[in-house]
């Protein structure tokens, strides 16, 4: 590992942190408390534990007493930092114990897994049966009384904290399969475990340790609060609380200031406790900061003027681009969609992963997430209303209405807590006035619908409970279950097997012919295009390149990229054949070439490929593309006219 | 071609039992047949491909295959060595000669390691090369799979899934091993993708003189690449045999089922409207064939009696059918 990526990696990771506003005014506020408490012997403070009768219990801003004395006349500011001091020192300390212990054990046990695991979780778990604090005065009765014994208390009933976490990390990650591919590189297995394992876990056992430190603070306080920690005079935080009890009515500044202070110690930890472990680990994020509107923003310089088109079609996108911002800079990722569905037409969106077909799809129903994307321009029109204007309330009366969507994953869309049969009905009563009893009947309607056998039954089934095919079938219900104009389906069969990708495929055909409904339709696959889609438009780099009735388009296609798209495509009986790969890959979103953007990877490129921009042109009454060399020759002549 | 020449890999009457013994109360657990009764042998040079839907036992099979699992019952030789106790003898040695390429590339390759470090990992570990060698090894590995030297220092995340794929090629291929399983190695990948990795492993297989066992559940893919091809139903072969063979003249309802499904550009797919498409419960597996129950062709014997891979009419072309398909496919 080269040391300069790994310092540009920490640096900017500060970088993240000090971008979110909590975890900075955190982080100051801790590392003023740790300085003060650090350079405390070195200030020109009173001795600590200096008693001074005469002196008892005066006020703050006293003379010559900052922040006022306690109930023996001790100077409660030199107390305070030097109270911190221990404080800090000994939740630190017990955090670094636990963290130690726990994780190794964690690791240990999430590794071996069997009886060597089992062994290690039943006694974390007999730890864990007690009451967490009761089980510390247990512990510090035995050992004694004092800070040490405190110290050890508190680090060992964090321990299981530390190492049920870091077994579930350690269990997961053991189950992945660099793991096989690390053995199969000639690991033994402890070097599997503290090479490939350990630097996976690392970022979780930070993150654990920030997120307790401040608990194990509060817990030595408590402890000490009780007498059971710092012993007279030594002062820590938990003990001048439980000092400032007694006068807590005449002189309540003693016991508020220490108090204060574990707040704000506390509270900062914690807050950049987050701010780490948001940094560290994005998919823990609370989201709290920034979470994503409930809706696309829309931010057009200009508002098109409606397109003729959008009166008759179901679906008609113009002009539509979308971009991410990212700090200063606005990427693009798509730019100037046109696209137009019919009346019970299904139209086919393809093109490579990252070609844009998905934030177009996202892009009609507002499900871009903002930040950090926004729809810049175009127009969206749905059965001639225009989306981009309409309402939120009028969106939420869409989505899973009149336009539906089925995803790759069906269980993006199922929630693995409730049984099918529940959110069908939840689907449904969401749009229509039906009571409970009618709804199910029409939830078990649906299932029937979509050819899952004995449907009564399956309305009990928890998503986990069927195979990806039966859940793939269950979400298209849900997609039909209000009567939609228009499903926007994408890649709904991508991530199954060939044979239930032909059954979902023929069930989606069929409903849309029943139930007139129209579809958009996305996939990578040229081959599976011909099976549904009336139309195919061809994406890459977020344009359409090419547009046209399907058969048209597969028999002669007019741009180099769909021809090569189709071309990939393994054919049963043509084994024989060399596949026709396109090399190189796409160009990274926001770095399109001038020109043409296909032009790096065509065969057919020539330099006025390289200028300007292409516009999608018509090659005859159905089809356009966006290429100046279309494949055709008879065509080529047309365009050129 | 090869007839004469010992098989580098015999896998004899292979069974995986998942599940099987007592809880710690003493009652038993009730057991899954992932894999049972497979056998069949690769020669050196060849491709076998394997295919069948998820589920089927195709990467339980693999594993086994790779010495990365142990077979419950039955044996696999690896160039006529038991695999399992060389495995238990030295799994170095097995890993040198066996190498394995995983269905999903980014969680095949560790998060936290460069490329470098990861491809550095078999030079070093199993062929304790020194430091000037490795480098000159891994320069050509990494030429063989495409990928620029500029790459080494970067990590996982930052590929596409394809250039993803091609390190975890060039991994398995690093220590130059003699058989390398795949298990899905295409199917995470965009079609465009998949024919580059494609191109890619005739390639390596023609340049390092490799043998391939390839898995996939994708028809159309496995006739690309292979010569010989397995079709696995429910936890058994169904039917095994030369390519060509299996896609024009199946044997099985499964496969033609199959074939029936692959979708291909400009093609309408036609599968029977009662074909439910799914397997049979594996904690109560039926007592015949397991197809019985979406079979066209099924009767009670089909039901009763569990059928046995036998020949079906062509040189080492075996079906476990009792009334295979008549006529040949269209796709020829
Ligand atoms: N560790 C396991 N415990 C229990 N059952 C398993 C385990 N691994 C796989 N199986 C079962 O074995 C069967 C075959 O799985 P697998 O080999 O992964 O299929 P494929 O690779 O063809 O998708 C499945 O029914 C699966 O549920
Ligand atoms: S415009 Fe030029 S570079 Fe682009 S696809 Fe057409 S021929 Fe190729
Ligand atoms: S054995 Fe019977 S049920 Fe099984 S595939 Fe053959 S005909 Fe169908
Ligand atoms: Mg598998």
Known sequence: ?641 | MHEQTEPMLQAQDVERLFGAGRTLLGRPKPAVHAVQGVSFAVRKGEILGIVGESGCGKSTLARILAGLDQASAGKVLFQGQDLAAAVRRDFKAVARQIQYVFQDPLSSLNPRKTVRAILETPLRRLLGLGREERERRLQKVIDAVNLRPEHLDRYPHEFSGGQAQRIAIARALAAEPKLIVLDEPVSALDVSVQAQVLNLLDDLKARFGLTYLFISHDLAVVETISDRVAVMYFGRLAEIGPAQRIFTQPRHHYTRLLLDSAPAPGKAIMVPESESGELPDPYNPPVGCAFAARCPAADELCRTRHPALEPAGAPKHLAACYHPPVGSTAHE
């Open chain 1, 1 to 641: 590992m080269s040391s300069s990526a790994a310092s540009q990696g920490r640096v900017s990771a500060l970088g993240l942190l000090l971008n979110n506003r909590l975890a900075t005014a955190g982080l100051v506020v801790l590392v003023t408390i740790l300085l003060l408490a650090l350079i405390a012997p070195l200030l020109p403070l009173l001795d600590p534990n200096a008693t001074s009768p005469a002196n008892r219990l005066l006020p703050p801003l006293s003379d010559g007493h900052l922040l006022g004395t306690d109930a023996l006349g001790r100077d409660l500011l030199s107390r305070l930092l030097h109270g911190a001091r221990v404080s800090i020192a000994v939740g630190v300390s017990a955090t670094l114990i636990a963290a130690f212990f726990g994780s190794l054990i964690g690791l240990l046990s999430g590794y071996a897994r069997g009886w060597a695991d089992s062994l290690m979780m039943r006694g974390i778990d007999m730890l864990m049966a007690f009451p967490y604090i009761l089980l510390a005065l247990a512990i510090v009765a035995v050992l004694g009384p004092g800070l040490i014994n405190a110290l050890y208390a508190i680090a060992l009933i964090n321990i299981p904290f530390f190492a049920r976490n870091i077994r579930g990390v350690t269990l997961g990650l053991a189950r992945r399969e660099f793991i096989d591919a690390a053995r199969l590189s000639g690991k033994s297995r402890a070097a599997i475990l503290f090479t490939e394992i350990l630097p996976n876990v690392l970022p979780i056992i930070v993150i654990t340790m920030s997120t307790t430190i401040g608990w194990m603070i509060l817990e030595t306080a408590g402890l000490s609060f009780l007498g059971l920690g710092a012993q007279p005079p030594q002062a820590d935080l938990g003990s001048m609380l439980g000092d400032g009890r007694s006068v807590l009515f005449n002189a309540p500044h003693v016991a508020i200031i220490p108090g204060v202070l574990i707040f704000l110690l506390v509270m900062s930890i914690n807050l950049l406790g987050d701010g780490i472990r948001d940094v560290l680990d994005p998919r823990l994020k609370s989201g709290a900061l920034a979470r994503p509107m409930a809706r696309t923003a829309v931010e057009r310089e200009s508002v098109p003027e409606k397109p003729a088109t959008a009166k008759d079609a179901v679906l008609s996108l113009s002009g539509l681009r979308t971009a991410f911002g990212l700090g200063q800079r606005q990427i693009e990722a798509i730019s100037g969609i046109d696209l137009h569905i019919g009346r019970q037409e299904c139209l086919g969106l393809v093109g490579e992963s990252g070609s844009g077909k998905s934030i177009t799809a996202m892009s009609i129903m507002g499900l871009v997430p903002t930040p950090p994307g926004r729809i810049v321009g175009g127009s969206i029109y749905f059965q001639g209303e225009d989306l981009l204007e309409a309402n939120d309330r009028r969106i939420r009366e869409l989505r899973g209405g009149p336009v539906s969507h089925v995803f790759q994953d069906p269980l993006t869309t199922l929630h693995p807590l409730f049984t099918v049969g529940d959110q069908l009905v939840e689907a449904i009563r969401a749009h229509q006035p039906l009571r409970r009893p009618q709804a199910e009947k029409k939830a078990e309607e649906l299932l029937e619908l979509v050819r899952i056998p004995n449907p009564r039954r399956r309305l009990q089934a928890y998503p986990h409970e069927l195979s990806g095919g039966m859940r793939q079938r269950v979400c298209i219900a849900m997609a039909l279950a209000n009567d939609a104009e228009l499903i926007i389906a994408d890649e709904p069969t991508t991530a199954l097997d060939v044979t239930v990708q032909a059954q979902i495929l023929m069930l989606m055909n069929k409903l849309r012919h029943e139930k007139e409904t129209s579809i958009l339709f996305i996939t990578h696959d040229f081959g599976v295009i011909s099976a549904l889609s009336d139309r195919v438009a061809v994406m890459y780099a977020g344009q359409i390149v090419e547009s046209g009735p399907t058969k048209e388009v597969l028999e002669s296609p007019a741009h180099p990229y769909t021809r090569k798209l189709i071309d990939c495509v393994p054919v049963l009986g043509q084994g024989d054949r060399q596949l026709d790969a396109i090399e190189g890959g796409p160009p990274a979103t926001g770095e399109r070439p001038p020109g043409c953007a296909f032009a790096p990877r065509c065969a057919f490129a020539r330099d006025a490929c390289k200028r300007g921009e292409i516009a999608l042109q018509p090659l005859d009454a159905e089809r356009e593309v966006r290429c100046l060399f279309p494949l055709d020759v008879k065509r080529e002549a047309l365009v050129h006219a």
